[in-house]
């Protein structure tokens, strides 16, 4: 590791260290090697983690602030000013999530954008208008019958002097509103006047994210061209409730935003890609389901990365707890069978890419009812029946895609097992990796951690590459199937 040029560092990071040595008897050196370690081991939680990989890379670079570059959430690199000259207005709508708002204007200012507020009523019983212009430096705007604004009709003048309109929480009223065309406060009435790209991040109780009416709403939103960050699976602020709703932490919604705004050419326009990812649940009762360890997070950097690239992304995710990524259209299913109904139900497509780690099996019948323990009986004996193989279907799909890029999970012999699945599945190419203990990967290892070390397997014959973080892996990927694709003509 290159050594770190400790009187380089802010007065106040170098405290930070001094304090933290001396409390672990080691030297500030060590102790800034170790913040380093555990960071991107994913030891501590994700918002230490962001904080402790800064300094200690600012450390690292041995240069002041500004130059330093930072790692957000996913571990995908990111520089200061990323977002420089860009403006952004920021609409906040009424929910708990506000309060992250606080946090996303922060970021986005640090980066460099400048941050313009609208606040809706129910916004403003949330997070104060006080503190939203003391983050953004600006006027919050509240009053879509303002007339110290509307003399020049300031509606259209908000919505057009920006580069991006981002909604953040976008309430399922919000969402409405604008899939419906009203207009009847400041929020709506500029969403409706835009002609610039917007960018929801959604945040509700799963009842109501789950609701026909709010699914139809966000169809019809995405149908116009409306982009979504989120919302993810988790707790809810406000309910002791869990499932799928929660916003978009900051960092996540920041990444999106800047993957819109990137002016990098499109190579993947045009095409439609078809990814899966994460596991899959299949039931054993109503209340018990066998799964594995994929947390979606490889499948999901793939489908921003492509979609980066200008792809048409149809992501089909298993049960995740991590959000949507932006820009891309999300179904969710819970078995293979869904996933597979899913998969086809996608066709025609360019290319697929099959990441998901989908269940061999599945019970033969699960239970209607939650199987009761019964005293002298003894454990339920399961039988199991095999779940279609939706990578071979796909690749023999008489509407089969150009491209088919399979993924293969192994904890021995990788290299022969992903050659067999490449001949056996129809397969172009097959992503290896090892999902061992003995990886060496992280303390998490490759499934639910934030690295991975794959190797590339095709009738070409077998690429290694570096371990590296799962965004660095999808972006690379990304680059080499549009690259294939530039020879595939569908
Ligand atoms: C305590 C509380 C929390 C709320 N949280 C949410 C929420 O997270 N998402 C949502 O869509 N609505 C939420 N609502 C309901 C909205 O505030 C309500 O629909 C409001 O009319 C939205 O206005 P707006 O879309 O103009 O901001 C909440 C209401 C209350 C009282």
Redesign the pocket.
């Known amino acids: 590791m290159a050594s770190i040029t400790i009187r380089n560092l802010d007065d106040e990071v170098k405290d930070l260290l001094r304090q933290l040595a001396a409390e672990n008897g080691c030297s500030m050196e060590e102790q800034a090697r170790a913040m380093i370690r555990a960071a991107v081991e994913g030891r501590a939680g994700r918002a230490d983690r962001i904080d402790q990989i800064e300094e200690a890379l600012r450390a690292l670079a041995g240069s002041k602030e500004q130059a330093a570059p930072v790692v957000a959430a996913a571990g995908r690199p990111v520089v200061r000013g990323s977002l420089s000259g860009k403006r952004i207005l920021l609409i906040?709508?009424?929910?708990?999530?506000a309060y992250k708002t606080l946090d996303l204007i922060r970021r986005l200012r640090e980066r460099g954008a400048s941050v313009r507020v609208v606040m809706?009523?129910?916004?403003q019983?949330?997070v104060t208008t006080l503190s939203v212009g003391a983050l953004s430096a600006d006027r919050v705007f509240t009053d879509l019958f303002d007339r110290h604004d509307e003399h020049d009709v300031g509606h259209i003048r908000l919505s057009r002097e920006a580069d991006l309109l981002v909604v953040a929480?976008?309430?399922?009223?919000?969402?409405a509103?604008l899939a419906n065309g009203h207009a009847n406060?400041l929020?709506?009435t500029v969403l409706l006047a835009t002609d610039k790209p917007v960018l929801l991040a959604?945040?509700?109780?799963p009842k109501?994210w789950g609701h026909p009416a709010t699914r139809r709403n966000r169809a019809t939103l995405q149908k116009d061209g409306i982009a979504f960050v989120g919302p993810a699976r988790g707790e809810?602020?406000?309910s002791n409730e869990a499932g799928e709703?929660r916003?978009a932490e900051p960092l996540e919604i920041v990444a999106a935003i800047e993957a819109l705004l990137d002016g990098r050419p499109k190579p993947l326009a045009g095409r439609r890609i078809i990814v899966t990812s994460g596991p899959t649940h299949e039931p054993i009762d109503p209340v018990r389901y066998i799964a594995n360890r994929s947390s979606g997070k490889q499948g999901h950097a793939i489908a921003a990365a492509l979609a980066r690239l200008g792809a048409d992304v149809r992501l089909v995710s298993g049960p995740v707890t991590i959000a949507d990524p932006a820009g891309v259209l999300t179904t969710h299913v819970e078995t293979a069978a869904e996933m597979k109904n899913a998969v086809e139900s996608m066709l025609p497509a360019d290319a697929a890419v099959f990441v998901a780690a989908v269940a061999d099996w599945r019970t033969a019948n699960a239970a209607g009812e939650k199987i009761k323990k019964v005293p002298g009986k003894g454990p339920p004996s399961l039988q199991m029946v095999e779940n279609p193989d939706i990578l071979a279907g796909i690749g023999h799909h008489a509407r089969r895609p150009g491209l088919v890029v399979g993924f293969a999970a192994e904890t021995q012999d990788l290299i022969a097992n992903a050659e067999a699945k490449l001949k056996k599945k129809g397969a172009d190419f097959i992503v290896a990796n090892d999902v061992s203990q003995e990886s060496g990967i992280g303390t998490s290892g490759v499934m639910g951690g934030d690295r991975n070390k794959v190797r590339i397997v095709s009738k070409a014959g077998v690429e290694e590459w570096p371990e590296m973080g799962k965004d660095e892996v999808a972006a690379r990927l990304a680059t080499l199937i549009a690259e294939r694709l530039k020879t595939i003509v569908v």
């Open positions: 906040i709508g009424g929910g708990i999530a809706t009523a129910a916004a019983e949330f929480p976008a309430t399922a009223d919000l969402m509103k406060d929020a709506s959604p945040a509700m109780n109501m809810m602020a406000e709703g916003m």
